[in-house]
């Protein structure tokens, strides 16, 4: 699949599931842009005490997680002389 708008629901649904619909780039943009300014209000403020208040992050849908290989899992090496005896054998 090729050319998939990065809004679409095949995306999401390879991306993670149906949270990430409708998550293109712009959203996360937008969603990082918040956070930006978040952090930079908290750094720049002049606040009581001297201490700033938590900003929450702009929700964002949970990435999924990758499965992890098993050393036994790897692929045996393939040398030449492998795949001239495949070729060959008839």
Not at 10 to 29: C, E, K, N, P, Q
Not at 56 to 84: L, Q
Request: aromatic residues 10%; charged residues 30%; without cysteine.
């Amino acid at each position: 699949m090729q050319r998939l708008p990065d809004t679409s629901l095949t995306v999401a649904l390879a991306s993670g599931g149906r949270d990430h619909f409708g998550w293109g780039v712009d959203r996360y943009l937008a969603a990082d842009l918040y956070d930006a300014l978040n952090v930079n209000t908290r750094a720049t403020g002049n606040w009581p005490k001297g201490k700033a208040p938590k900003f929450p992050a702009w929700p964002r849908p949970a990435a999924r997680a990758k499965k992890k290989t098993a050393p036994s899992d790897k692929p045996k090496r393939v040398g030449v002389a492998d795949i001239y005896k495949k070729f060959t054998r008839r």
